[in-house]
DNA sequence: TCAAACGGTCGAGTCGGTTCATAAGAGGGG
DNA sequence: CCCCTCTTATGAACCGACTCGACCGTTTGA
């Protein structure tokens, strides 16, 4: 007998009695207890809610779940996410997005199925990195990794020092930014928190053994202590910015803590404050003549000192330079 | 693959279009067109009436799948993308995400819904950028209009002259890139196609009237005439990077077209590809001693002469500048 | 303490999958 | 009308992976 006639007979034999005993169905299909018990944790694994009780036998609870139905918003905002998904994640969540997102499209009324359809061809990501494209499928690995607390044991790609290392960490979670995926972990061998690109993990096994989240920080207090430790008070900076050139700030005052303006005629004083005086000094730099530094006057020896940087750093390589 | 998961991931395919072909099935499996004729001929065996049809596809004929519901890696990846929609997409799409996952949760057994929450708090994504948070609700309007070609009228604020200016457009398509959403649209009054920062839409409306887009470039087109006329221009600059600085990049060198990096030791080459020159050595400035350009000598000629440049601007107002 | 559900491992053997060759039906173009 | 293309469909040969049974032990609830 086939195992898929096999499987869904079993199916078929549960839900026709309350209960049902493994040997039942040993007998029943001639197979072996041991194959029963692969059977029915392959049920389960397609979703079949089985429930199992040592000394009784296996029963079906409540087999009729709800309903689910998308609307065609819902639907939309699925397709665009997925979109971003295909670029942004690896394989293995891609794999799954796609996987859960045909499960909804098929529950859809024909109408709104051919409307995601068009949909689907009228949305693009743009990924402008060539770099090795996300083919691994370490996410999904990482995710259960997390959330059930097992060890992992990783190979490292350090940038660092260009090296690989290997050790057994305690995921804490996952945290994105520029544009990456990392994986924050406490290591064991330093016995302390790191921070591993999931795309420079060269290879990744789940340990099966556990730990105990409640020793470590959480992902939150993580991310404070980080943010703690780069807290630093900030500077009250007042610059002139020519007209022509303000429009083009836009988004890039804003990260330097954009306080407010007062029109000038042709030109426009800004003031800003940060903590990051050298970032803000060598990032006005390249505003050049367009931008002119009032206060404070430390920020004004810094771009002094930007500027005598560069000039010996692009040099006529025919002169010399007496420095 | 499980073939059972292959089997009932076939027969939800089979539902989300009028017909499918093989090709189809085996390129999303990834197996061999012979296994898809095999795999067809299982699920006919089990009872699922598929008809088929030589030149045409497969399609389904009256069949009602039992309700869907989604496994635990697939509501891992749908939470994993919800957490980049959280800071990628806007609010309207935001809200309609959330509901579509709080819906799918709702159908998860009770194990798998715990080990969701719990996922929930240990992953998180950082958008550096402090931009207007994304507290629009364009984007699905605009989905909509794109898909059932509906004429929009937007007010949109433009930052090459600083200026707001309203129009009907025929929308194409949405394009992510450079970090933000833009909608292509064909501008009824300058009879050309335009890229509409989405962000920078200030109001939208839906006039309700349609148009043909078989009239208008389709979205793939557009993308490519787009490719075509930038390509050119476009140059490709080697500079080389000190190690120490490189992780400050984080995001910025995308938006010079990143092609690729080379491991110098303490030091990292760095292939960008963009348009716009100018633009990117002011960038480069900024990073004053760290970065040294290699090619084009176009590039290292404009480096000198905004070295020149922000030379005379911060020069010691009591010393007089020999040049 | 029993009975039942579970898990690991290992060897034999089947069956699932690929590749290649070929047939055959539907539609389009000249 | 024939020919070409696209597609479903079948057969054969070959190989690897998976299934299954046997035996061991562990866990769990009544």
Redesign the pocket.
């Known amino acids: 007998m ?2 898929l006639d ?1 499987l869904t007979a079993i199916l078929i034999h549960l839900q026709t009695k309350r209960v049902v ?3 039942e169905l040993a007998d029943r299909f ?6 029963v ?5 392959s049920l389960e694994e397609a979703g079949v809610p089985i429930g ?7 029963f079906l609870t409540d087999y009729h779940l709800p309903p689910v139905s998308f609307t065609n918003a819902e639907a939309s905002a699925l397709l665009l996410a997925g979109k971003l998904i295909e670029k942004w994640a690896d394989k293995s969540i891609r794999t799954e997005f796609e996987s859960a997102l045909y499960k909804i499209k098929s529950v859809l009324k024909q109408p709104d199925q051919e409307h995601l359809n068009e949909l689907d061809e009228l949305m693009h990501v743009s990924r402008p990195e060539i770099r090795q494209p996300y083919s691994d499928t370490l996410l999904t690995t990482i995710q259960r990794a997390i959330a059930q607390q097992y060890i992992l044991d990783i190979i490292y790609h350090s940038s660092y020092n260009d090296a690989e290392s290997r050790r057994e960490v305690e995921p804490v979670g996952l945290y994105h930014y520029s544009m990456a995926w990392h994986l924050i972990a406490y290591c064991r061998i330093r016995q302390d928190y790191r921070d591993f690109r999931v795309d420079r993990i060269r290879e990744l096994s789940d340990t099966g053994q556990q730990f105990a989240r409640h020793e470590r920080l959480s992902l939150q207090q993580y991310l404070n202590q980080i943010k703690a430790r780069f807290d630093r008070p900030s500077a009250v900076v007042t610059v002139v910015f020519e007209k022509a050139i303000v429009r083009h700030l836009h988004e890039q005052k804003y990260i330097w803590g954009f306080l407010g303006e007062e029109d000038l005629g042709d030109r426009v004083r800004i003031q800003l404050s940060t903590p990051y005086i050298d970032g803000l000094a060598r990032w006005l730099l390249s505003y050049g003549k367009f931008v002119t530094v009032e206060e404070p006057e430390l920020l004004v020896e810094k771009m002094r000192a930007l500027v005598n940087e560069v000039r010996h750093h692009y040099r006529q390589p025919t002169l010399i330079d007496v420095d």
Chains 1, 2 share one sequence.
Request: aromatic fraction near 8%; glycine fraction near 8%.
């Open positions: 086939n195992r096999r005993r493994a040997q001639s197979i072996s207890l041991r194959t018990y692969r059977d029915v944790r199992a009780e040592a000394g009784v036998g296996y």
